[in-house]
């Protein structure tokens, strides 16, 4: 199994209400992924019946137990986009803290990252145009980047005290977060509806 790259949404629970999976859905396809199939235990379903699953799961507040066979957990699903070999998405409730659930998207590492600081800037890029169209969801409080081994994305109350969001190679926070945070190390994108893509400075697009 390859090491995975993820971009991951990060979403208030206090924002959930009885569309909000179907809210994902429109942007999904507005983002230009196109819906592949189940993965796991909804290979034969739609992306609307996956998505119902995900609701209601999110509506329960279910977070799956240790012992708890996985056809009881959230579903995921691939998709198609940008010529990656793989792409695959899948709802965490209760992620990164209590109070939150993330959507997140994972491709092969190597599609994406030569090393540490050092990316392809084709991937990159197809990635940014994603993560823009993405953002336009209204409910999104943070868009962020990690590799496998990274240590997990701050959530949006950690980055309003002043914690840095994980951009490996980028993040998007809002106009709001931006102006209260130290950004001396960061390239600053400023995109529609009241984003800023953030880029390390120390990285590197080849």
């Not at 240790?66 to 957990?73: G, K, P, S, T």
Request: hydrophobic residues 40%; contains cysteine.
């Amino acid at each position: 199994m390859p090491a995975y790259f993820s971009m991951i949404m990060e979403f208030s629970r206090a924002e959930l209400d009885f569309d909000n999976m179907k809210e994902l859905i429109a942007y999904i396809k507005h983002a230009g992924l196109e819906f592949k199939g189940g993965a796991y235990n909804a290979e034969n379903e739609t992306l609307e019946d996956i998505m119902d699953w995900n609701q209601k799961k999110l509506e329960d507040d279910f977070e799956l137990g240790y012992d708890e066979d996985a056809v009881n957990d959230y579903k995921q699903m691939y998709f198609n986009y940008g010529g990656f070999s793989e792409v695959r998405g899948f709802i965490m409730n209760e992620e990164p803290i209590r109070g939150e659930y993330t959507f997140t998207l994972l491709i092969p590492e190597e599609e994406i990252v030569i090393d540490a600081k050092t990316y392809k800037k084709d991937a990159v890029d197809k990635l940014k145009a994603m993560a823009s169209k993405l953002w336009i969801l209204p409910k999104t409080r943070t868009m962020q980047t990690e590799l496998e081994l990274g240590e997990g994305i701050s959530p949006e109350e950690d980055i309003r005290d002043g914690a840095l969001p994980s951009a490996c190679p980028f993040a998007i926070v809002s106009e709001k977060r931006f102006g209260h945070m130290d950004t001396a190390n960061y390239d600053a994108e400023h995109i529609e509806y009241g984003g800023v893509i953030l880029t390390p400075k120390d990285i590197k697009l080849v």
